[in-house]
């Protein structure tokens, strides 16, 4: 890709560039976490409707991921990269300006366009890194996400309490515009990209599934939506959830719309010489279950980020009665110990392989969610309990991501890396919304001051919150002991 030469210095120079982009991304997305319930307040929105605030913004970065990855192998990383960041910026610097919650979305859909540049980033480091180092690599960039949670939690927590939610984005906008500056001029271009891709079949690098990325983002928005318009019938705990969930005509029309969309999604990219997303690549059963596992990974990191900061906040007897910045200490360690892990995930993948530590973090999520079940007692138990399911996450996420990028031949490394993060962010959107749902659907009366009373979720809507998510990890576990299996066989075969 590039000359020997400068090889050194371009790889940790491109590796610095592309985490300081993932600690961006996460710190942007971590400091509105303290404001969901002024959000809701500001907005006068349902819970259910607030998880938008999270899920737009995901929708919108799964429906380009594939196709930033496709366009990243066609006309080239650092262009694309560019481009993705410049329209990420301008979804950050409208945001403190939204009167409204429709002109909010905008602004987050905007810069979820913007979080699809992360399989051009893995991209990169596939192309640069070595395949002994690629865990190491993955692993850094992963724990700047973290870094970057730490951050949004720490300052976003303190912005919101004393200045409001509008001021968070004036944090990240200077640094964002910096960042574009720094990509321009030290980032280098691939002067051999062309080259290269004379050696596959140049035909599919001149078409584009444009038709397959409008029924993805229809399939996927269609379903979000029909969660979302899902309502309760009554505000009693004791109420099972079917008999509590009402489905009015609105919601119908949306699980119509994804049924529809969907199957034709199937049908066209079945057709289609050039699908957006290509079939074969789910022949390899390691790939196939590691995305089933990142897309439960981004279920689970995102259901943490739509409960806590309500749960958190909530007033006595069906949350702790803290304030945002409160709030922020209480969710601190779940993403300090993602900032520690990334890396250290790499080097144990680097010495012992993937699919023990894999095994290892879906069991550490299925226990983290067992204690949130049963045993939410007090903020320090919470914390504990993050710190568990923490431990879990990064291990899994590192691992499963390892899995993909080892197994893709290097000619499908862009759309390959460009699926699984589509998966993953999927999961993401899914997560915050069936949250909402339950939210929305089992709440309960609480007396705010004297005469003046106001709907909370229950205690109910928590149980079935990481209830679910238990379910989820359980699945993700069993899905890594086949893993495990998968890998004797072919030690025993080789």
Not at 175 to 200: M, N
Not at 202 to 231: C, N, Q
Not at 406 to 432: A, M, T
Request: with cysteine.
């Amino acid at each position: 890709m590039f000359s020997k030469k400068n090889s050194s210095h371009s790889i940790w120079t491109t590796l610095a560039i592309l985490s300081s982009i993932a600690t961006i991304s996460m710190y942007t997305e971590t400091m509105l976490l303290p404001a969901l319930p002024q959000l809701i307040h500001e907005f006068n929105l349902s819970y259910s409707t607030s998880s938008w605030i999270l899920s737009a913004y995901l929708v919108a970065g799964a429906v380009m991921t594939p196709v930033s990855g496709k366009l990243s192998d066609m006309y080239g990383k650092k262009r694309i990269m560019l481009i993705l960041i410049l329209i990420y910026t301008v979804g950050l610097i409208i945001s403190p300006f939204s009167s409204n919650f429709v002109m909010l979305l905008v602004s987050r859909i905007l810069q979820g366009i913007g979080i699809s540049v992360f399989p051009v980033s893995f991209g990169l480091i596939r192309e640069q890194f070595p395949r002994e180092k690629l865990a190491i690599s993955q692993g850094i960039i992963s724990s700047m996400f973290a870094g970057g949670s730490v951050l949004g939690l720490a300052i976003g927590g303190t912005i919101v309490q004393l200045y409001g939610w509008r001021l968070t984005f004036f944090s990240i906008i200077p640094i964002a515009i910096c960042l574009i500056i720094i990509i321009i001029r030290s980032i280098p271009s691939e002067k051999k990209a062309f080259d290269i891709s004379r050696v596959r079949n140049e035909d599919s690098y001149k078409k584009f599934d444009l038709r397959g990325a409008i029924l993805l983002g229809m399939s996927i928005t269609s379903f979000l939506l029909f969660i979302t318009f899902l309502r309760t019938n009554t505000f009693d705990i004791n109420y099972n959830l079917l008999e509590s969930i009402t489905i009015p005509i609105a919601s119908i029309i949306f699980l119509i719309a994804f049924i529809l969309s969907f199957i034709t999604f199937l049908l066209c990219e079945r057709r289609t010489k050039f699908p957006l997303i290509t079939s074969s690549l789910f022949l390899d059963r390691r790939i196939l279950s590691s995305n089933i596992i990142l897309l439960i990974v981004g279920m689970s990191m995102f259901t943490i980020y739509q409960t806590l900061p309500i749960l958190a906040q909530s007033p006595y007897p069906v949350g702790f009665d803290n304030n945002a910045i409160q709030m922020s200490l209480v969710q601190m360690p779940f993403a300090l110990v993602l900032l520690v892990l990334g890396p250290l995930t790499g080097l144990i993948i680097t010495r012992i392989g993937q699919t023990t530590p894999l095994l290892v973090g879906t069991l550490a999520m299925s226990f983290g969610f067992c204690l949130l079940l049963f045993m939410r007692l007090n903020e320090l138990y919470i914390s504990i309990y993050l710190i568990i399911l923490s431990v879990g996450i990064s291990l899994t996420n590192v691992s499963s991501t390892n899995i993909v990028m080892v197994q893709s031949s290097f000619e499908q490394i862009g759309i390959s890396l460009g699926i699984s993060n589509l998966l993953r962010i999927i999961g993401s959107s899914i997560g915050p919304t069936i949250a909402g749902l339950f939210m929305q659907t089992h709440l309960f009366l609480v007396t705010v001051s004297k005469n003046q009373y106001q709907y909370f979720p229950s205690t109910t809507a928590y149980d079935l919150i990481f209830g679910t998510m238990l379910f989820l990890s359980l699945s993700a576990l069993g899905i890594s002991f086949f893993l495990v299996k998968e890998q004797k066989q072919t030690r025993i075969q080789s």
